[in-house]
């Protein structure tokens, strides 16, 4: 089985558990400030990036959505609201993001149609062939397997559902690398512990997307997981791709 380098990016280098357990940890650590953290290091362009996609994939008409690693259940919540689909689960190993997600589902009134339960993305405890769409936004990296990630994901679709996965790279135009890299590498770090103490995570951020296979590569790897078209789509000076995946 092929391995990439961003299973082997970790948050805690000085820790002996396995990638799975780490990210979980991470993320039931930041999981209080998460959401403004990600309007922050975004610049706000993180619900637009969502919102593109959402609009493509309502060209499907989905009516079951999985939203997979879907944290404090963001892109589940956009995809409800805009699409209208009768079901939506959302899965995450960090309970103590989904918690925050189940508030906001609460508070929105959405507790009959988004549904959050625990789910290990590389090993689906779901039927095959049981969702019109799965997504998936900026978790993909976090795969402790990210083949097992992306077949698990198109094993659980439908023949002709679709998968929108948002993922942030690299730019590839040398001006627009230089001012990503200053800003991923001195001014996220800076913020991240200056709002949550948690400065390994946020200096696992840039390790991950660096290590991450972007561009061509995702989209071969998409196609060998088991899709079967795919299309790619850059936006914000390249600092995020949404890859749209149909079975």
């Known amino acids: 089985m092929a391995e990439f380098k961003c299973e082997k990016v970790l948050p805690y280098t000085d820790s002996e558990e396995g990638k799975k357990e780490q990210i979980s940890k991470m993320f039931d650590h930041i999981a209080d400030v998460y959401d403004p953290m990600n309007r922050l290091m975004s610049l706000g362009q993180d619900k637009r990036w ?5 609009q493509r994939i309502g060209d499907f008409s989905p009516k079951r959505i999985l939203d997979v690693a879907t944290g404090t259940g963001d892109f589940a919540i956009q995809a409800a609201q805009s699409l209208n689909p009768d079901y939506v689960l959302g899965i995450d190993i960090s309970e103590g ?10 508070q929105l009134g959405l507790s009959d149609k988004i549904f959050f339960e625990y789910g290990d993305s590389t090993a689906l405890s779901l039927p095959s062939d049981s969702f019109d769409a799965v997504t998936v936004a900026f978790g993909v990296r976090n795969f402790s397997s990210l083949s097992d990630g992306l077949k698990q994901m198109a094993g659980v679709l439908k023949k002709g559902g679709v998968a929108a996965i948002l ?8 001006f627009f690398k230089l001012g990503y890299k ?6 996220i770090p800076v913020l991240a512990k200056l709002m949550s103490g948690e400065i390994n995570a946020y200096n696992y ?11 061509e590569e995702m989209k071969k790897l998409l196609i060998e997981s088991g899709f079967s078209k795919v299309e790619i789509k850059k936006f914000t000076l390249q600092t995020c791709t949404f890859y749209l995946a149909i079975k």
Request: glycine share 8%; net charge positive; aromatic share 4%.
């Open 50 to 54: 969502r919102k593109k996609a959402i």
């Open 167 to 174: 993922e942030m790279t690299e730019p590839e135009n040398v």
């Open 97 to 106: 993001m989904m918690e925050v997600g189940k508030q906001k589902v609460q």
């Open 205 to 215: 951020l840039p390790a991950s997307i660096e290590a991450f296979p972007q561009g």
């Open 182 to 187: 200053i800003y991923t590498k001195i001014g």
